[in-house]
């Protein structure tokens, strides 16, 4: 499975946004999958995908980053299985949105706790709108 992992806030910054992204990251490639993240790399070293990095000039925003990031997307029509979002940011809105019309599955995931209390997730598939993907 090729996997983009979509996120406003850069890889190489310290959270539990990108911490996730490079665990998530490190165990699909275990398993023989390809990950790639799309979003502001930032100062990363050894990333364990590939990296599609959106770069900002100082005074651009967070619609630069939208309109980024869907053009970065419809130019991979076709590269990737699954688009996986993180937060709900006008950058994942449209990075979910060109998904779905290129016919991409699309995961997100967002919350506050790593324990798992006050997380939310969704996935659809062309035609459906939520609900989880369905079975092999």
Excluded: N
Excluded at 14 to 40: C, N, Q, W, Y
Excluded at 73 to 87: K, S
């Amino acid at each position: 499975m090729r996997v983009c992992f979509v996120s406003p806030y850069p890889l190489g910054m310290v959270s539990g946004i990108s911490t996730l992204l490079l665990d998530l990251s490190d165990e699909l490639r275990r398993k023989g999958h390809a990950g790639t993240f799309l979003g502001p790399a930032g100062d990363v070293r050894d990333p364990p995908m590939a990296l599609m990095d959106i770069r900002l000039g100082p005074k651009e925003g967070t619609v630069a980053l939208a309109r980024r990031t869907a053009r970065a997307l419809r130019d991979a029509a076709g590269r990737f299985d699954l688009v996986h979002v993180q937060q709900p940011h006008p950058q994942t809105w449209a990075a979910a949105r060109v998904a779905r019309s290129l016919g991409s599955r699309t995961a997100s995931r967002s919350g506050t706790s790593s324990s798992g209390r006050g997380w939310s997730s969704s996935a659809s598939t062309p035609g459906r709108t939520s609900g989880p993907p369905p079975g092999p």
